[in-house]
């Protein structure tokens, strides 16, 4: 069974970076589907972004609220996938967990998509 465990995240000022990264052990990051998402107090798990496999040419997606801000990658030869956050703001404020699913689904952005969570990491963004 998988575990995975992040790490990386902080307090940091807006406009600022913070680049989390997710520990993969018991499954090859290459061959997994992996997201990210987020918790404010108060709110629900939201999507962030999500790759896929590596035979499935590494697709990425991401919510329109951290597109083009927010990059996710995949380091095969660390079984690491990261979140690379830029220009943070206050309201990316948050819990974030990576997560991973065992098997195909057509969507890829509700958290029924996945099956294996982290514990999460907390960034917190300053104004």
């Known amino acids: 069974q998988v575990q995975l465990v992040e790490s990386g995240g902080g307090l940091v000022q807006a406009g600022g970076s913070l680049r989390l990264s997710c520990a993969a052990s018991?499954?090859?990051?290459?061959?997994?589907?992996m997201g990210w998402f987020r918790q404010a107090p108060g709110k629900e798990r939201e999507f962030v972004a999500a790759?896929?496999?590596?035979?499935?040419?590494?697709?990425?997606y991401y919510a329109d609220s951290v597109k083009g801000r927010f990059t996710i990658s995949r380091d095969n030869a660390k079984n690491t996938v990261y979140l690379q956050m830029n220009s943070l703001k206050p309201e990316d404020t948050a819990l974030y967990f990576c997560?991973?699913?065992?098997?195909?689904?057509?969507?890829?952005?509700?958290?029924?998509?996945?099956?294996?969570w982290g514990p999460g990491t907390q960034v917190t963004v300053s104004s």
């Open positions: 790759i896929s496999t590596s035979w499935s040419a590494g697709n990425t």
């Open positions: 997560a991973q699913r065992r098997y195909y689904r057509s969507s890829y952005s509700r958290t029924d998509d996945y099956d294996d």
């Open positions: 018991g499954r090859t990051v290459s061959n997994i589907f």
